[in-house]
């Protein structure tokens, strides 16, 4: 759907994706649109059309721990 984004497990020795469940569904306006992992393992999200980058817990269960607005993030 969108605006989820999505997870899945990858096998490195087959190179091959698992199947995909849904990870986080931003909440607000905007879209995913570009998303980046920190050496904390956080995730961070930048919801285009809205001006916003969101960060949250790698496992996708926490709500965001942060909420950062800048104008056109990517």
Known sequence: GQGII???PYDPDRGELGELRP???PEGPGVPDGLTVDAEGMLWVALGRAGAVH???NDGLEP???VWF???PS
């Open 6 to 8: 999505y997870s899945a």
């Open 23 to 25: 990870l986080i569904t």
């Open 70 to 72: 800048v104008t056109e």
């Open 55 to 57: 960060r949250y817990r």
């Open 64 to 66: 965001a721990v942060g």
